[in-house]
């Protein structure tokens, strides 16, 4: 028996993501649609039905038309769900960018993603979104049309500048959403999603949640990630349930507060969340009772903590994903009446309409159950490229359509996945996808350094952090806290390395090639880490 699986059959969407939207609205006027707790606001559908038409039309006013790009950085808030939806709306396509950017990854996005407008926050707790946008613009020529700050007299003066959205042809199988991911090599790409995309992707999720219009969500998550801006909004544009912001950016006691006072049934997160919120001082204060379940992704697992979210908050339901940016995001995903075992132990079957198969790392024939090779996914949720990147594309998805995950992972006898590691020098810290690469390109700069190598070492709340080995320059002296100096404000606060170590050479081989994993293996034995390396994860 072959290592390949296909999902059940079930009907996909055809349409846009606003014709959803205004489907579930017509359903469900006055029902919840968005609480944002932080904000101290509440739209009913009506209500925000009323607000997207506004941005559109603001949208529009701004001239922009069907095809244009435009840009959204801030944490998470209401403007963020209205302005998406008013680009899918406009036929607008809406570039994700990350509130972690610095100068040097803000600079490298407004380039290469040729957006004409940037919808921002001016400050949050973690930055200055003003003075980085100031330093990232210094010295280059944006095609920036418009800088529209978000929450201020700005974004009043845009909406009140609106003017009716020009007719449009808008088609399911357009690119809605560009989302940057480091991808295969150190410089961010541009995922390519549609519409048909990323509906499918969370209508079938959805299901297997057995999300109704009653279903209250807890979204922590941000909403930049696919995790939030398809798990999150598309769950209320498809099905009619409320989202629930609790806080702009994670905080566990908001979390929990929010579950308690919104009675939320369902509750979203990566698993260093969830750790975070089991291990706040006044969790047993909190009533969850009123969970049912929820989705935890976006890093491994430990099947303990699942243990304990489906046991101590109420989480029966609690369901793992798996999957990347790339697929729009999800690929394969327990069911809900799995038992604990299972759900705890894999990460699910390969979703409806969705194609799964484990190949040889090196001769790409489909292996057999049981051997671990690369898992590759095939169906309606492979991205449509990267933006203006043909040669990356050919190497993620190939002639058959097969998209290649880089993720090394065994297929069961009864269809249901298991992920043993990586094929692509990829780390994911608490849900942050970097790639080692462009931390090494960066450390580079600095004048004291000749080389660097930066891996991965395990870690029990991130799932993983940042370890940076650095041969200096001859005559030079500097310290790790130098070096993290160096690297605050220009790159984003979760690629800077946690340790950092001085030394002479680099282990290799005889072709004098970097052997990446006994440095891995000499830091897992100096610092102690081998607990942390041998923690089960579905």
């Not at 919808?119 to 200055?128: H, S, T």
């Not at 090494?440 to 891996?455: G, R």
Request: glycine share 8%; charged share 20%.
């Amino acid at each position: 028996m072959l290592s390949y699986s296909r999902g059940p059959a079930s009907p996909l969407v055809e349409h846009t993501v606003d014709q959803a939207f205004r489907e579930t609205v017509r359903r469900f006027p006055e029902r919840d649609a968005l609480v944002s707790v932080h904000q101290n606001l509440r739209l009913t559908f009506t209500q925000l039905d009323e607000r997207v038409e506004q941005a559109a039309r603001g949208l529009a006013g701004l001239g922009l038309t069907a095809g244009d790009r435009v840009g959204i950085w801030s944490a998470n808030c209401a403007e963020w769900i209205i302005l998406q939806l008013a680009c899918a709306r406009a036929g607008v396509i809406l570039i994700n960018v990350n509130p972690a950017y610095r100068a040097h990854e803000l600079a490298f996005v407004l380039k290469r993603s040729r957006m004409k407008a940037l919808f921002l926050a001016e400050r949050d707790a973690r930055a200055n979104y003003r003075q980085i946008l100031e330093a990232a613009s210094a010295g280059h020529s944006l095609p920036l049309e418009h800088v529209i700050y978000l929450q201020t007299d700005c974004w009043d003066r845009m909406l009140a500048a609106g003017r009716p959205l020009p007719p449009a042809h808008l088609s399911c199988s357009d690119v809605i959403s560009i989302q940057y991911t480091s991808g295969t090599t150190g410089s961010p790409k541009g995922v390519l999603l549609t519409h048909r995309n990323i509906l499918n992707n969370m209508l079938l999720g959805g299901q297997k949640l057995k999300l109704t219009e009653r279903d209250r969500i807890c979204v922590p998550v941000p909403m930049y990630h696919c995790f939030g801006c398809v798990a999150g909004t598309l769950a209320m544009v498809i099905t009619g349930a409320a989202l629930i912001f609790p806080a702009a950016q994670f905080d566990a006691r908001a979390t929990l507060a929010a579950i308690a006072a919104e009675r939320a049934s369902i509750i979203y997160g990566v698993p260093a969340m969830f750790i975070a919120e089991l291990e706040h001082p006044e969790f047993s204060q909190f009533n969850l009772t009123s969970l049912r379940g929820g989705i935890m992704s976006g890093a491994p697992c430990p099947i303990e903590v699942m243990r304990r979210v489906i046991e101590q908050m109420h989480c029966r339901g609690m369901l793992v994903a798996y999957g990347q940016t790339e697929a729009s995001p999800v690929i394969t995903m327990s069911n809900i009446d799995d038992a604990i075992e299972l759900r705890v132990a894999t990460v699910g079957p390969a979703l409806p309409e969705t194609e799964v198969k484990i190949i040889s790392i090196d001769s790409g024939e489909t292996l057999p159950v049981g051997e671990q090779g690369e898992l590759c996914a095939r169906g309606y949720m492979v991205m449509k490229g990267y933006d203006d990147e043909p040669q990356a594309t050919r190497a993620a998805i190939d002639a058959e359509g097969w998209l290649h995950t880089g993720d090394l992972a065994v297929m069961r006898p009864d269809g249901y996945f298991r992920i043993t590691g990586r094929a692509k020098d990829m780390v994911i810290r608490g849900g942050e996808n970097i790639y080692p690469r462009e931390v090494e390109e960066f450390l580079y700069t600095h004048a004291a350094i000749v080389e660097v190598q930066v891996v991965g070492l395990p870690d029990e709340s991130k799932g993983e952090t940042l370890c940076a080995w650095i041969r200096l320059k001859a005559g030079e002296n500097i310290t790790e806290e130098e070096v993290r100096q160096f690297c605050c404000g220009k790159i984003a606060h979760f690629k800077i390395p946690q340790h950092i170590r001085f030394v002479d050479s680099f282990p290799t081989t005889v072709t004098e090639k970097v052997q990446k994993f006994k440095i891995r293996e000499m830091e897992i034995e100096r610092l102690g880490l081998s607990g942390a390396a041998k923690i089960e994860t579905a």
